[in-house]
């Protein structure tokens, strides 16, 4: 199946901006644990997704007014500014910025979600989200390997310098974008509200805060578990592995829940990622760290582009926007909680507690994985309206 040229052209956007923003990310607690700030590092992570968590619930009205073409050419800005502060050494400038890139962070990406449900008939929703998933985890892959490797050279600031000229490039695909809108609605601030205190979408919600819960782990967590057992030289190399895995499997992924269904590759996602999840919580050599970031790398290649793609399984022209908002709610409240207990324990403990939310998503999810996901988006549809 070709895939659309407006499709490659806002992957190849999303390449540059997360490029520059996950390379940054990715070492954010270990530069300030370098410093002797250690919490700076996590405050400023939870800032992020806690104003990303409350602002997609707003994002949704912002795409149906501006379009999603306007919103994320505004929105790339603010992740290079967030890079720039790290430059500063100014703590509050830091989390005043990380307040900001969580704002540009939920417009973003549902006007992404929206952006791409629209290019894409029902039977490509999971090829163009897959392939979407490969191309920007390259970019990820990359940035953070480039980083690691700049680091070891120049340290941190010249790096970050470096590393937030990304996002302002990709202005220029971003720029190139058909300006596809949807229809004006003035209520879907309404229509995000009843999506979070609706049953049903809350538990199909799950599987992204769940999942996400684990990336917090990743990027807050895993960095400090790896810098201290074996160094901050293999921070970089073992980062990447996470993203790297799914430049190869997302496409695959992704295609396969177009032939097979979404819901059945869900249970998957949990399994490997539980497993994972316990390698690396009695890693205590560098083979362990390995296979533990493989699962939870493999875990992640199915979770991108079939939830992705569950968004448009399950919306309408209508409510496409307000359940956009409440996926990125979900998932950005997965990163939130999952970035305030590792700020806490900091410590492999942190893996334990991931676990513990992986099994009871898990069981709370076992009664949608037959569902009929054309039942669910009538359901839905007649509920949230």
Same mark, same amino acid.
């Given at each position: 199946m070709?895939?659309?040229?407006?499709v490659?052209?806002?992957?190849?956007?999303?390449?540059?901006?997360?490029?520059?923003f996950t390379?940054?990310?990715?070492?954010?607690t270990?530069?300030f644990?370098?410093?002797?700030?250690?919490?700076v590092?996590?405050?400023?992570?939870?800032?992020?997704?806690?104003?990303?968590?409350?602002?997609?619930?707003?994002a949704?009205?912002?795409?149906?007014?501006?379009g999603?073409?306007?919103?994320?050419l505004?929105?790339?800005?603010?992740?290079?500014?967030f890079?720039?502060s790290?430059t500063?050494g100014?703590?509050?400038?830091?989390?005043i910025?990380?307040?900001?890139?969580g704002?540009?962070a939920?417009t973003?990406?549902?006007?992404?979600?929206?952006?791409?449900?629209?290019l894409?008939?029902?039977?490509s929703?999971?090829?163009n989200?897959?392939f979407?998933?490969?191309?920007?985890?390259?970019?990820?892959?990359i940035?953070?390997?480039?980083?690691?490797f700049l680091?070891?050279?120049?340290?941190?600031?010249p790096t970050f310098?470096f590393?937030?000229t990304?996002p302002?490039?990709?202005l220029?695909p971003?720029?190139?974008?058909?300006?596809?809108?949807?229809?004006?609605k003035n209520?879907?601030l309404y229509m995000?509200r009843k999506?979070?205190?609706?049953p049903?979408a809350?538990?199909i919600g799950?599987?992204?805060?769940?999942?996400?819960?684990?990336l917090?782990?990743?990027?807050?967590?895993l960095?400090?578990?790896?810098?201290?057992?074996l160094g901050?030289v293999?921070?970089?190399?073992l980062?990447t592995?996470?993203?790297?895995?799914?430049i190869a499997?997302?496409?695959f992924?992704?295609?396969?829940s177009d032939l097979?269904?979404r819901m059945?590759?869900?249970?998957y996602?949990y399994i490997?990622?539980?497993?994972g999840?316990?390698?690396?919580?009695?890693?205590?050599s560098l083979?362990?760290f390995v296979i533990?970031i493989v699962f939870?790398?493999?875990?992640s !290649?199915? $979770?991108?582009?079939?939830? +992705?793609?569950? =968004?448009?399984?399950?919306?309408t022209?209508k409510? &496409?926007? /307000?359940?956009?908002s409440?996926?990125w709610?979900?998932?950005?409240?997965g990163?939130?909680i999952?970035?305030?207990?590792s700020?806490?324990?900091i410590s492999?403990? !942190?893996? $334990?507690v991931?676990?513990? +939310?992986m099994? =009871?998503?898990?069981?709370?999810m076992v009664?949608? &994985?037959? /569902?009929?996901?054309?039942r669910?988006k009538s359901?839905?549809?007649r509920q949230i309206?």
């Amino acid at each position: 199946m070709k895939t659309n040229r407006q499709v490659k052209l806002l992957s190849i956007a999303f390449m540059l901006v997360f490029f520059g923003f996950t390379a940054a990310q990715q070492y954010v607690t270990t530069f300030f644990d370098s410093l002797g700030l250690p919490s700076v590092g996590f405050n400023s992570l939870a800032i992020l997704y806690l104003f990303f968590t409350v602002f997609s619930a707003v994002a949704g009205t912002i795409v149906s007014r501006y379009g999603a073409r306007k919103v994320m050419l505004v929105s790339v800005l603010f992740y290079s500014l967030f890079i720039a502060s790290l430059t500063t050494g100014y703590v509050y400038l830091v989390y005043i910025a990380s307040a900001l890139a969580g704002i540009a962070a939920a417009t973003l990406w549902v006007s992404q979600g929206s952006y791409i449900i629209r290019l894409s008939g029902k039977r490509s929703y999971g090829t163009n989200t897959g392939f979407f998933s490969a191309i920007q985890s390259f970019g990820t892959v990359i940035g953070i390997f480039i980083a690691g490797f700049l680091i070891n050279l120049y340290l941190f600031k010249p790096t970050f310098l470096f590393l937030l000229t990304f996002p302002l490039l990709a202005l220029i695909p971003l720029y190139l974008l058909e300006d596809i809108r949807p229809k004006p609605k003035n209520n879907t601030l309404y229509m995000v509200r009843k999506s979070l205190t609706n049953p049903l979408a809350l538990r199909i919600g799950l599987f992204r805060l769940s999942s996400y819960f684990v990336l917090g782990i990743v990027v807050g967590i895993l960095p400090i578990e790896i810098k201290n057992l074996l160094g901050i030289v293999y921070i970089g190399p073992l980062s990447t592995l996470f993203y790297a895995i799914p430049i190869a499997l997302t496409y695959f992924f992704g295609r396969g829940s177009d032939l097979v269904g979404r819901m059945k590759m869900v249970p998957y996602s949990y399994i490997i990622s539980i497993l994972g999840l316990a390698i690396l919580f009695f890693a205590g050599s560098l083979a362990w760290f390995v296979i533990g970031i493989v699962f939870l790398a493999l875990s992640s !290649a199915i $979770l991108g582009p079939v939830s +992705a793609a569950l =968004i448009g399984d399950i919306s309408t022209e209508k409510n &496409l926007e /307000s359940i956009a908002s409440l996926f990125w709610i979900m998932s950005s409240m997965g990163i939130v909680i999952s970035t305030f207990i590792s700020s806490i324990l900091i410590s492999k403990w !942190a893996y $334990l507690v991931a676990i513990i +939310a992986m099994v =009871i998503s898990l069981f709370l999810m076992v009664p949608l &994985l037959r /569902s009929n996901l054309n039942r669910v988006k009538s359901e839905l549809a007649r509920q949230i309206r």
